[in-house]
């Protein structure tokens, strides 16, 4: 019997977000499944490190300044090195050119890249470029959707020979369901009435997610549902343009602003209805979450959307930026509570028969052992 293989994973950080998440659990579960653990980061360690801390799982930082810094490569080039790594696991573009630079000569032989959003489906530029190039030393390219990896095919950017698809997947047995006693305790937290109906979204304040569109749509919600509030869960660089569009469209009042948060899944139980408002997304893991929870989702026809949110059976799928049928799709939902809750029981059905993350992890331990034979 072989021994357990030394996994080495770089990823710029480990600050909050899906990415992050998804290869935090998946360190977890390849720990616990014996494998031998270390995470190294291009940047600092993040907030999210410390759950690998408990863990005895090493996390790294290499302090990575702009531009092209040898002394951050160097340190990430040691730290493979002396963990005896058998395959290297990278995690976007950026991470997986510079740490393929990092570590040439060290005769890996197993390097895996995993594209979590849709790469490559915007312009060629210079990270692209440079990542196509570390390709030539990279046994496999995972992109997390079918739609990221025909992109990803048809703009040249991965050969296809060497690209496979592995969705993400959660524990889905950590997921509690939405409750009525969980609904009134996210109303008391905020300060709203029992009866309000709640509409939420979690992700970064950016532009990908486009929760602009989301506020805009809101305000139409507010004016044939008075008693309904948004709540808008993460932080990032648009946050105050958000607002301010808040105050513009006259709905600052029930549009809760609730920044980076520990508690997401205690938050989603109390929910009415998940809405995701992107104009891109690879396989999000916010509607993963949502999914697990049996919350009734509305989210835009983008990236890896419709492969987890089905039309009319899990969810609904709405164009993006799109304003009024992403409004009108919450009221929907929100007037029919019944069929509100039949698409969430969907929904939690849907994850647990194929979002697991026992499922990736297989599938990335199979593709672990195609990449040591050569394949």
Request: hydrophobic content about 45%.
């Amino acid at each position: 019997m072989n021994p357990p293989k030394n996994i080495t994973h770089v990823v710029e950080n480990l600050n909050r977000g899906g990415l992050e998440r998804v290869v935090l659990e998946l360190v977890k579960l390849q720990h616990q499944q014996g494998y031998r653990c270390q995470v190294v980061c291009l940047f600092e360690r993040g907030t999210l490190a410390h759950e690998l801390d408990a863990l005895g799982i090493p996390v790294h930082a290499c302090g990575k300044r702009k531009g092209l810094d040898l002394a951050a490569l160097s340190r990430a080039r040691a730290l493979i090195r002396a963990h005896a790594t058998d395959v290297l696991h990278t995690h976007n573009a950026v991470a997986h050119y510079l740490v393929v630079l990092a570590s040439l000569g060290l005769g890996l032989g197993k390097v895996v890249n995993t594209r979590h959003g849709m790469g490559g489906m915007r312009r060629w530029n210079r990270a692209e470029m440079l990542y196509r190039a570390g390709l030539v030393r990279t046994d496999i390219v995972t992109m997390v959707c079918e739609a990221a990896g025909n992109g990803a095919i048809e703009r040249r950017l991965v050969p296809r020979g060497k690209l496979r698809v592995v969705p993400n997947g959660l524990r889905v047995q950590e997921f509690a369901t939405v409750s009525p006693s969980a609904r009134l305790h996210l109303r008391q937290m905020l300060g709203l009435p029992p009866q309000t109906h709640l509409v939420g979204t979690v992700g970064r304040l950016n532009w990908a997610k486009d929760q602009s569109s989301l506020i805009r749509a809101f305000r139409r919600v507010h004016e044939q549902l008075p008693d309904s509030a948004l709540l808008l869960v993460g932080d990032g660089n648009l946050r105050a343009e958000l607002e301010s569009c808040a105050r513009s469209e006259g709905v600052e009042a029930v549009v809760h602003f609730l920044g980076d948060r520990s508690d997401v899944r205690e938050l989603l139980q109390g929910l009415d209805v998940f809405a995701l408002s992107s104009v891109s997304e690879g396989y999000s893991m916010a509607l993963l979450e949502a999914s697990a929870t049996a919350l009734p989702i509305v989210a835009t026809d983008v990236g890896g959307n419709r492969e987890i949110v089905r039309d009319g059976v899990t969810g609904c799928i709405v164009p993006p930026r799109d304003v009024e049928s992403l409004a009108q799709a919450i009221l929907g939902l929100m007037r029919d509570p019944d069929r509100a809750a039949r698409l969430g029981a969907a929904a939690r059905a849907m994850v647990e028969t194929r979002g697991s993350l026992e499922a990736v992890a297989a599938r990335y331990a199979e593709l672990y052992g195609a990449a040591e034979k050569g394949a």
